[in-house]
């Protein structure tokens, strides 16, 4: 039989109790933070030791991260049904009025409504839409502390981090060294700021996919032999403000947008979806 490959799947396999032993309210709850990296499969003590030893074999496999998050987004519309919409808009530093609660994403309004529909001022992509709802959901809406932190620092990132690289930051790279109007275009269309040169970088850009998880960019031009480096950091409240496998897909869901700037823009050599 073949590894479970996504949080649906991770819900099938469990009792359907809703018994609360592994500490959350319901089996979905349960299903959705394992999918998250918040809790250990091991934590339901109704599974079996071989539902056991062949999940924890997936987990290993990084590339679930990017797997299937069509129906985790939908048990995360689910879940938000189930919430106070209004507390968690106070607790997020988002508006809530007319059973909806609203924030701003890249500068622009994004909704969900008290059945879990989405709607917004700019196209609902899912690797936007899962951190969107995870923040909701999840976050513990801390202010920001402007200290910077690498992916790799946040906690539970170390592991994640080649293919953080691998997914965001070259490709961000590719990007940036030949869109070379990228990161105006990013304070122009995304409502970004340009900050004072970070690490000793050329570039510096703060944008805000979600108000309380910022995200800066910071780009090394090429110089003396030396190749053109970008490094993406993250306020370090931003593994509490958010699981940390929707600060991956909030990486790689900008990624891709960058990369459709770009080719919008006639440079389809930085393009690389995967
Ligand atoms: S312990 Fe297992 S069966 Fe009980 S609620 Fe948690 S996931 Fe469901």
Redesign the pocket.
């Given at each position: 039989m073949p590894p479970p490959q996504n949080a649906m799947e991770i819900y099938k396999l469990?009792?359907?109790?809703?018994?609360?032993?592994?500490?959350?309210?319901?089996?979905l709850a349960?299903?959705a933070a394992v999918y998250q990296g918040r809790k250990e499969i091991q934590?339901?003590?109704?599974?079996d030791q071989a539902t056991i030893v062949r999940f924890s074999d997936n987990s290993k496999d990084q590339n679930n991260v990017e797997q299937n998050r069509d129906e985790y987004l939908e048990i995360l519309q689910n879940e938000v049904c189930n919430i106070d919409l209004a507390a968690a808009a106070e607790r997020v530093g988002a508006d809530f009025s007319g059973g909806k609660l609203t924030l701003k994403v890249l500068g622009k309004d994004f909704s969900v409504d008290t059945s879990g529909k989405l709607s917004a001022d700019i196209h609902i992509n899912p690797w936007v839409a899962v951190p969107f709802l995870d923040y909701i959901r999840y976050g513990q809406g801390l202010p920001v502390s402007e200290t910077w932190l690498s992916f790799r620092e946040l906690k539970d990132g170390k592991e994640r981090y080649p293919l953080f690289q691998k997914r965001c930051e070259a490709p961000m790279k590719r990007v940036a060294d030949t869109y070379t109007d990228l990161f105006d275009d990013l304070v122009r269309i995304f409502g970004g700021k340009q900050v004072q040169k970070q690490f000793e970088s050329d570039i510096s850009v703060i944008l805000h996919p979600l108000p309380r998880v910022p995200i800066m960019l910071c780009y090394w031009l090429p110089e003396d032999g030396l190749a053109s480096s970008l490094n993406v950091f993250f306020d370090d409240t931003a593994d509490k403000n958010l699981t940390i496998g929707s600060v991956f897909s909030l990486g790689a869901g900008l990624c891709q947008m960058f990369e459709k700037l770009a080719l919008r823009h006639g440079f389809p050599e930085t393009v690389s979806f995967k």
């Amino acid at each position: 039989m073949p590894p479970p490959q996504n949080a649906m799947e991770i819900y099938k396999l469990l009792d359907k109790s809703n018994c609360r032993e592994c500490g959350e309210q319901t089996c979905l709850a349960f299903a959705a933070a394992v999918y998250q990296g918040r809790k250990e499969i091991q934590r339901c003590p109704k599974l079996d030791q071989a539902t056991i030893v062949r999940f924890s074999d997936n987990s290993k496999d990084q590339n679930n991260v990017e797997q299937n998050r069509d129906e985790y987004l939908e048990i995360l519309q689910n879940e938000v049904c189930n919430i106070d919409l209004a507390a968690a808009a106070e607790r997020v530093g988002a508006d809530f009025s007319g059973g909806k609660l609203t924030l701003k994403v890249l500068g622009k309004d994004f909704s969900v409504d008290t059945s879990g529909k989405l709607s917004a001022d700019i196209h609902i992509n899912p690797w936007v839409a899962v951190p969107f709802l995870d923040y909701i959901r999840y976050g513990q809406g801390l202010p920001v502390s402007e200290t910077w932190l690498s992916f790799r620092e946040l906690k539970d990132g170390k592991e994640r981090y080649p293919l953080f690289q691998k997914r965001c930051e070259a490709p961000m790279k590719r990007v940036a060294d030949t869109y070379t109007d990228l990161f105006d275009d990013l304070v122009r269309i995304f409502g970004g700021k340009q900050v004072q040169k970070q690490f000793e970088s050329d570039i510096s850009v703060i944008l805000h996919p979600l108000p309380r998880v910022p995200i800066m960019l910071c780009y090394w031009l090429p110089e003396d032999g030396l190749a053109s480096s970008l490094n993406v950091f993250f306020d370090d409240t931003a593994d509490k403000n958010l699981t940390i496998g929707s600060v991956f897909s909030l990486g790689a869901g900008l990624c891709q947008m960058f990369e459709k700037l770009a080719l919008r823009h006639g440079f389809p050599e930085t393009v690389s979806f995967k």
